[in-house]
């Protein structure tokens, strides 16, 4: 079991709200509604985490202690459309806040991509962000069960050839793929 105990600690809308950092960190980012929130409740096996419907809602870095030791980060989702430039900029703001101040405790940030949209400009720049900070990523595919077999294994195919990353098809409805995010979590965190 990856997840023991789980405490939310808080939902910092600026760089001064964040915690002291913890030995061992993994953060969680992607496009809004791109089922990020759904993700950590699978994970927390609890309903901790806020889901919505509608897009665009959280714009706040939400920290959650896990088994006492690490933090769990739910990063801003990022390129939502309707948002403006200014917002956009302060969110990358944060992330890149983030990342700079605790780039030694981040072991692993996971990136989810809706299997059903076309890769996004910024899922590629966080990618080479990450890189830069040397700050391995877990590429998941997410929403698998709208898709067929054949599309899924398609949709595989074009994020490893742009992205050049090995890719998890993953689904909160059928449970597909979370076993194997479990245990490349509690790799790097080892
Ligand atoms: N079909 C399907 N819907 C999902 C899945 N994961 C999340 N959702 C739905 O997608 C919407 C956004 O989810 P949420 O976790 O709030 O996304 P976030 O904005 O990335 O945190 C909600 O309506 C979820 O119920 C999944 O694996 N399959
Ligand atoms: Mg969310």
């Known amino acids: 079991m990856l997840v023991k105990t789980v405490q939310f ?8 709200e964040f915690p002291k950092p913890l030995n061992g960190e993994v953060c969680f980012v992607g496009r809004s509604n791109v089922g990020k929130s759904t993700l950590l409740n699978v994970l927390f096996n609890k309903k901790l985490a806020r ?3 509608r897009p665009g809602k959280t714009r706040s870095v939400n920290f959650y202690v896990i088994n006492g030791k690490y933090y769990f980060v739910d990063l801003p ?4 459309a309707k948002t403006s430039k200014e917002e956009r900029l302060y969110w990358r703001h944060l992330i890149e806040t983030y990342f700079e101040n605790r780039k030694d405790k981040i072991k692993l ?7 059903r ?13 990450s890189r830069h900070f040397r700050i ?3 590429v998941v595919l997410s929403k698998v069960d709208k898709l067929s077999k ?14 050049g990353t090995h890719v998890i098809a993953y689904s909160a409805i059928t449970k597909q793929g979370v076993d194997v995010i479990i245990e490349r979590i509690n790799q790097y965190l080892v």
């Open 9 to 16: 600690v808080i939902s910092a809308y600026h760089e001064k």
């Open 150 to 163: 054949v599309e899924i294994f398609d949709k595989v195919e074009v994020i490893k050839q742009q992205f």
């Open 117 to 129: 949209l076309i890769p996004q400009e910024s899922d590629k720049m966080f990618i080479e962000w």
């Open 51 to 53: 889901v919505s419907k």
């Open 136 to 138: 391995p990523v877990l």
């Open 109 to 115: 940030s996971v990136l989810l991509i809706d299997s």
């Open 77 to 80: 989702g990022y390129g939502y």
